[in-house]
């Protein structure tokens, strides 16, 4: 195996032992081959990737390259094939006469330059980077969609044409034609190629005269192609049937899931919605990526104090925790890295979830059914005969649930929860205006977290902006303090895809139930009332939040302002 030439390097040289590289090994095998050597002992932290990038300049006299802050000629990476590239994990990044010059992440595999030299007849010189810029450039210059421009020329349109929206569904005709090589090519490329972007949702939108695809990549939506109006019904059955659902049934909603298995033994799973509009159904797919999951609340983005109190709260044995936001918020993920936080032996932990995202060993988790009466307040009620410890509900959307909710924390469950408000004050009003009473209320909540996702500016472009001091004042930014704000902006280039922000950082606004806001509920106040004392008592809006995310240079002033509202 080539790999164990580097580890074998890498031994001699006093960088690992012996018994780290059998452990890499192993987990190589176990991979199937797939995972990189020099990946496995950076991922298990045994040596850091600049480490082991210096090392390999040094060891072989080799220079080392930052791929992402290179521009490469698309006429160079014409030179090697994708799949070579792919398979020897290598890219060509510039010519001189008949030298070319290609960056590796493992100068020991002198079989690939010997096959790239015979395959392209130039004479090869190294230089090397990190396995991870290699994908990232992998993934940057032969991007696929030079692959579905080819599929959308070569679609047949005679072949796919399909019946009229109106008339009656001919199944068999819908089946034939989600058979069909490029419509199957098609969707493929589309579920992959937001693997690749790391979109979080794929939209596939039919209207009157277009019929359009759109990504969200950090929370907003770009649009990626537009497939022929024809092949709406081919492109949604085939969907369909990957998805299980009944291709014939136009009219109503469905939902499903898609499973896909990956290089490497990886899964990815697709949450399925159809929703039948004006002009044909419209599909959006989630993405599941359980591998990216992040559950380090430490790295989720709560300030150290905000951290402190939930920590503090969800180690409580009994009460309720909530968290709210819009849909597409993080909750979810925030929930989850609560229970995996308190996912033990000693803790029976069942959750009620419609529908579970992500599966996890140890805790119980129940799908709902509302067609068969299986809903948040059945389950509840269901686990409270199960001997609980901790209790998850997906979300409380009646006063059925929250009753049984509010009982269960205040009889020794701890009980989490989510819930669809603005803001953590306005929580305990909706929790009022559902019905039940502000004491029970004062009593069974210990704290609310209410949250939103703000884009991070890319690290790789990143430049200061010049902000206005009035700006940042008008944001909610103290006057005596606006002077010291440093800001940033990306100006854009291909590692974010030229929109100049690079994944995403929450911004929280946790609200322990303090003594004073307890009185306040018990005393009939209004979510504005219960604000201001919050923020009296040292509690940071949302707004606050985003702005020590600016203060920090993690987010731009653009974003700030996009995704929160200012104190009032």
């Known amino acids: 195996m080539q790999t164990s030439r580097l580890g074998d390097i890498l031994v001699n040289n006093n960088l690992i032992s012996r018994e780290q590289l059998a452990a890499a090994l192993q987990e190589q095998k176990l991979s199937g081959g797939q995972a990189k050597l020099g990946a496995i002992l950076v991922k298990q932290g045994i040596v850091s990737e600049q480490d082991l990038i210096s090392f390999l300049s040094r060891q072989y006299g080799i220079p080392t390259i930052n791929l992402a802050e290179y521009d490469v000629d698309p006429s160079v990476t014409k030179v090697i094939p994708a799949e070579v590239a792919q398979k020897y994990h290598l890219v060509p990044v510039n010519r001189a006469g008949a030298t070319l010059i290609v960056a590796v992440c493992d100068p020991s595999n002198l079989f690939a330059i010997e096959d790239i030299k015979f395959m392209t007849g130039y004479n090869v010189e190294m230089v090397v980077t990190s396995e991870s810029d290699i994908k990232a450039a992998i993934d940057r210059y032969y991007d696929q969609s030079a692959t579905l421009a080819d599929v959308m020329d070569n679609l047949e349109m005679e072949e796919l044409e399909l019946v009229d929206t109106d008339e009656e569904v001919d199944v068999s005709s819908l089946e034939r034609a989600t058979e069909e090589a490029p419509v199957v090519k098609l969707v493929n490329l589309i579920l992959m190629d937001a693997i690749k972007k790391k979109a979080s949702d794929i939209h596939i939108e039919p209207y009157e005269k277009t019929f359009r695809v759109r990504y969200r990549i950090d929370g907003v939506l770009y649009e990626v192609m537009k497939p022929p109006l024809k092949l709406k019904n081919a492109i949604t059955s085939r969907i369909k049937i990957m998805a299980e659902l009944d291709i014939a049934e136009r009219r109503l909603p469905q939902d499903g899931r898609i499973k896909i298995k990956l290089g490497g033994g990886k899964d990815m799973d697709y949450r399925v919605s159809v929703l039948p509009t004006l ?25 150290p104090e905000a951290l402190a109190h939930f920590k503090r709260e969800i180690h409580k044995p009994f009460g309720m925790v909530l968290v709210t936001g819009p849909t597409g918020s993080g909750k979810t993920v925030s929930l989850y890295s609560a229970l995996s936080e308190l996912n033990k032996v000693t803790e029976n932990i069942s959750t009620a979830e419609d529908p579970v995202e992500f599966n996890f060993a140890g805790i119980n988790q129940v799908q709902m059914h509302e067609d068969i009466g299986l809903n948040f307040a059945a389950a509840l009620r269901s686990f409270l005969r199960q001997d609980p410890d901790i209790i998850m509900i997906g979300e409380i959307r009646d006063f059925e649930t929250a009753e049984i909710a509010v009982k269960a924390a205040l009889t020794g469950h701890l009980v989490l929860s989510t819930l669809h408000t603005n ?19 004062a009593s069974a909540v210990n704290l609310i977290t209410a949250q939103r996702l703000g884009r991070r500016v890319c690290t790789e472009c990143k430049e200061k902006e010049d902000v206005p001091v009035q700006a940042l004042i008008a944001a909610g930014v103290p006057a005596e303090e606006a002077g010291e704000y440093v800001c940033y902006r990306g100006r854009g280039c291909p590692v974010c895809n030229n929109t100049g922000y690079k994944g995403r950082v929450g911004f929280y606004q946790v609200m322990p139930m303090l003594e004073p806001i307890r009185e306040l509920i ?18 940071k809006s949302m707004r606050q939040s985003a702005l020590t995310k600016l203060r920090e240079g993690i987010t731009s002033l653009e974003e700030v302002l996009r995704i929160t509202v200012a104190d009032e």
């Open 522 to 539: 018990l005393n009939g106040a209004n979510t504005a009332e219960i604000k201001r004392e919050s923020m009296r008592l040292g509690i």
């Open 279 to 303: 002009f044909g159904e419209k599909i959006v797919l989630r993405l599941l990526d359980k591998s990216n999951l992040q559950l380090d609340m430490t790295k989720l983005g709560y300030e």
């Open 423 to 441: 803001d953590a004050p306005a929580t305990i009003n909706r929790l009022l205006n559902m019905g039940i009473e502000p004491f029970l209320v």
